[in-house]
Every structure is written in C-alpha cells, then in structure tokens.
Nanobody, 125 residues
C-alpha cells in the first residue's frame, strides 16, 4: 500500500513552467513504477508520463514529449513532473499514480494501483 499526495499545481500563463511533486508514503517506493495522468473537464483521464522504479526508464505521451520531464528521488520518496512551454490545452487536474510492476509503457489508468487526489493546473492564454 502506498499513499500519494500531489502538490505544485496552480495558475500559470501560457509559455510558463511549473513543477509538480508527488510525495509517497511507505518504504518500498523504489519498487513502483510512477506515473502522471491528467483529466480535463469533460474528458477521460489520460496518460502523461511514467518512470521506472530506479529512474532509468521513462515513457511519455506523444502530446507532451519534449515538453514535460518526469523524474524521481527515491531517497525523498517523491516523483516530479517538470512542465515547460505550457499551453492552455494543458489545463487539467494532474494525478500521480503508482503501479506494481516494471513496465513504463502501460498507458491505461486501470493499470495503476494507487492514486493521489490530484492537483489543478490552469494555463491562461
């Protein structure tokens, strides 16, 4: 079992940057693949990025590749999402998630086992 708490969301102007954080409880953080998802109003939750337990492997949605960077600090039990060049279409609630396993290319929300409560990102034009 792992509890996840996101932070760092807010209001930012288009073109700006923001870093989301997700703090995890538990002593086995490094055994989880960590992912970020987002959900805009009226839309389904969509995969954004994932990172392997040791941080060596990452996977990104095509829509954010080159714009967002996922990273993790297994000493601090925290995963990050650095977002640059933000666009109004990036506006969504961003969720941190953890999955038991090693594959980072699992894109469906149902393939993740634990979820945070989400943090709102709003990008103004």
């Amino acid at each position: 079992q792992v509890q996840l708490v996101e932070s760092g969301g807010g209001l930012v102007q288009a073109g700006g940057s923001l870093r989301l954080s997700c703090a995890a409880s538990g002593r086995t953080f490094s055994s989880y693949v960590m992912g970020w998802f987002r959900q805009a109003p009226g839309k389904e939750r969509e995969f954004v990025a994932a990172i392997s337990g040791n941080g060596d492997n990452t996977y990104y949605a095509h829509s954010v590749k080159g714009q967002f960077t996922i990273s993790r600090d297994n000493v601090k039990n925290t995963v990050y999402l650095q977002m640059n060049g933000l666009k109004p279409e990036d506006t969504a609630v961003y969720y941190c998630a953890a999955r038991i396993g090693v594959r980072v290319d699992r894109l469906k929300a149902g393939e993740y086992d634990f979820w945070g409560q989400g943090t709102q990102l709003t990008v103004s034009s």
